[in-house]
């Protein structure tokens, strides 16, 4: 009988300590800014400005710090391996507007290190601090050692409303055994399986990270989950990414053909998808033939936009999965268009980037294709979401629009947060 009842009672600690556990993550709300922006003639050239400027749109959801278990919302970015948070010594920080500092102590299980360490944004942006050690845990799961850059300078980062970032990369560098956060977990028991998967919604609290499993309510189809590998670089650092290679990529009756030096991510961090510019210039130039595009330039690059209401035919990636079965993922215009205040902007790039990673897919592309990123067989799986572009709010009459409409689009991240992904590539 006390057998039995320790039996049933192991079964029990162990069915609680391995479930998957789901974070609920948010679009962030944009900061009241001051839409001033009516003495600007050209509502286009308004739409992209916002596009890129405010630069808002960041999925991001709790995790817990250390002994005192203090919240802390962070950004959670599939792009890039580090987890940082602002110290309390950090003027710069608190001018840039961030609120809640960690204060790494003996007593809260931090350790301080004397490693360097930074991150570095596109338009001068950047992050600059040491390394801790400290315990982390996510919805009551952990709590595990982890690597924390523990940021005391903050350059240009205004507007950012998270407290941080968490790069949820292959490895972590600057942990000691280079183990990731999500793989940590399951090496030590919390989580079923050691993956975690994104599911983004339209709306603005609707979209999960799932740490330890999918959530296959979100599949439109859940038989047909496809896993692609991982290309392995043989480094345990940074320069490891969940890197696929891209078979090619079509649109109408074209197609362009990759080589297996052609890989992409799909980047949580990204708001707006990316593609190697020569593909880019080609589909603009077919997209040209089926509907009228716009130019609106922007800096150095330039956006399309489209009357809105139009329909443009899908941009197709093809991958091979792990089972040498090709395997498409079309993206369909409503989920690559994006209605800024009604203007319509074509939500993908053209990138210039030359090195392997060629193809950068953002949270465009994320919210057609739920994503799973296994670490046990190093691989990353796409699967077709029931995020539904028709169910997002549409709040044309409504006088406040400006500030809703940023909230809605997958508009481009904190400009700097693509451009980790842009510069780690260079490196
Ligand atoms: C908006 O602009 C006004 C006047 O320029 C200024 O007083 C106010 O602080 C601004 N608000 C924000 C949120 O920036
Ligand atoms: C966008 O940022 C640029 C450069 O910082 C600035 O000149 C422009 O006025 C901004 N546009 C809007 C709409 O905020
Ligand atoms: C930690 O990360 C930084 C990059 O941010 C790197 O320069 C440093 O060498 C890393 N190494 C260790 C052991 O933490
Ligand atoms: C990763 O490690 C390799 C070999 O130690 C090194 O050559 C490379 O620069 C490192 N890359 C990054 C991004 O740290
Ligand atoms: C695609 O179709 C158009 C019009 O039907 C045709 O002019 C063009 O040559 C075709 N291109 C290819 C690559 O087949």
Same mark, same amino acid.
């Not at 043989?234 to 990414?241: L, V």
């Given at each position: 009988? #006390? %057998?039995?009842?320790?039996?049933?009672?192991?079964?029990? =600690?162990?069915?609680? =300590?391995?479930? %998957?556990?789901?974070?609920?993550?948010? #679009?962030?709300?944009?900061q009241d800014t001051n839409e001033s922006n009516s003495f600007l003639e050209d509502q286009d050239q308004i739409a992209v400005d916002k596009l890129i400027n405010h630069s808002l749109q960041m999925y991001s959801g709790d995790i817990q710090l250390g002994n005192s278990k203090k919240t802390f919302t962070v950004d959670f970015d599939s792009g890039s391996n580090l987890l940082w948070l602002t110290s309390k010594n950090c003027p710069s920080c608190v001018k840039d507007g961030f609120k809640n500092s960690y204060?790494?102590? /003996?007593?809260?299980?931090?350790?301080?290190?004397?490693?360097? =360490?930074?991150?570095?944004?596109?338009?001068? /942006? /950047?992050? #600059?601090? *040491?390394? /801790?050690?400290?315990?982390?845990s996510i919805a009551g799961k952990g709590p595990v050692t982890e690597a924390l850059l523990l940021v005391e300078k903050s350059v240009n980062n205004k507007g950012l409303q998270s407290d941080g970032l968490m790069g949820l990369g292959v490895y972590d560098e600057n942990d000691t055994d280079k183990v990731a956060f999500v793989n940590k977990l399951f090496k030590q028991g919390f989580i079923p399986k050691s993956q975690f998967s994104f599911y983004l919604g339209f709306g603005q609290s609707d979209s999960e990270l799932v740490i330890g499993g999918v959530d296959t309510s979100k599949l439109a189809n859940p038989s047909e989950i496809y896993y692609h590998p991982i290309i392995l670089n043989?480094? *345990?650092?940074?320069?490891?990414?969940w890197r696929v290679a891209f078979k090619s990529v079509s649109f109408g009756n074209q197609s362009v053909t990759l080589t297996s030096q052609n890989t992409g991510i799909v980047d949580s961090g990204t708001t707006l998808a990316y593609i190697r510019n020569d593909v880019y210039k080609k589909w603009i130039s077919y997209l040209k033939t089926v509907a009228t595009l716009k130019a609106i330039p922007a800096g150095l690059s330039t956006f399309y936009s489209v009357k809105c209401g139009t329909t443009l035919p899908d941009l197709t990636f093809t991958l091979t999965d792990v089972n040498g079965v090709e395997r498409n993922y079309a993206l369909p215009s409503s989920f690559y268009i994006l209605n800024q205040d009604n203007t319509c902007i074509i939500g993908i790039q053209g990138n210039s980037v030359s090195s392997d990673i060629q193809f950068l897919l953002g949270d465009v592309f994320m919210r057609r294709f739920v994503s799973v990123f296994d670490y046990t067989n190093l691989q990353m799986g796409l699967s077709v979401s029931v995020a539904d572009p028709a169910t997002a709010p549409t709040l044309e009459s409504n006088k406040r629009s400006h500030h809703y409409a940023a909230l809605l689009l997958g508009l481009v991240a904190i400009s700097g947060l693509i451009f980790i992904t842009l510069r780690a590539l260079r490196k």
């Open positions: 009988m #006390k %057998q039995i009842g320790t039996f049933i009672l192991v079964l029990l =600690a162990i069915n609680l =300590a391995t479930s %998957q556990i789901t974070i609920p993550i948010q #679009k962030r709300i944009p204060d790494c102590s /003996a007593q809260d299980g931090c350790t301080l290190t004397n490693i360097p =360490a930074q991150v570095q944004y596109g338009g001068g /942006a /950047a992050v #600059k601090g *040491h390394i /801790a050690r400290v315990p982390i043989g480094q *345990h650092n940074d320069s490891q990414r």
